[in-house]
């Protein structure tokens, strides 16, 4: 167990891990450098990259898998408070909230195996597809670019984790920083690009 669960219930941690997962997906770089749609759909789609990213480093630790599984919870949690202060009616937030969690288990499948191939060109398909919701995820799509870049992000930020000790998963604004040096460190190579409103 991480000497940093024992002081406080688990259910109290994922809830502040999963506050860590938002305020990354939330960093501006993600929309104003890779054009990432800033709309309900875009940050959804960032809010489950990121927790896929925390959530596969965390399962790998002692006692992880419960934390996983409680931030997965935390992360319906807020898609069923999210829906229902949009005025999604009581009895259509339960089918959305399934639907969402379906969603993030498929995109987490989809992530883990790209991230398995070598280089970045099934990340950065992956990644087209679902955050800019375009079937034809190729590399003459205009914004190849955009995804191939962030995919060099999201490798980074697997790898940087992967690199972090148990112990620092637990210093929430370490991990924030961590994850956002990846983003912010790579927008200078960034190709300019005029922006796109994503679909919602």
Known sequence: MFAWLASRPI????EELYGAVVTVARTPGYYSDFCVPDTTRGRFEMVALV??????????APGGMDLSRAGIEAFVTDMDDCMREMGVGDLTVPKKVKRAAAAFYERAKHYREALADDGDKSLASVLLRHIWDEEEASDAHPRWAQ????AGVVRRQSEDLSRTDDGSLGNLPALVALLQRALTETTGAMPTAPRRSGKT
């Open 11 to 14: 259910r109290a941690k994922a």
């Open 51 to 60: 927790l896929f990213l925390v959530l596969e480093r965390t399962k790998r």
């Open 147 to 150: 995804a191939r870049a962030l």
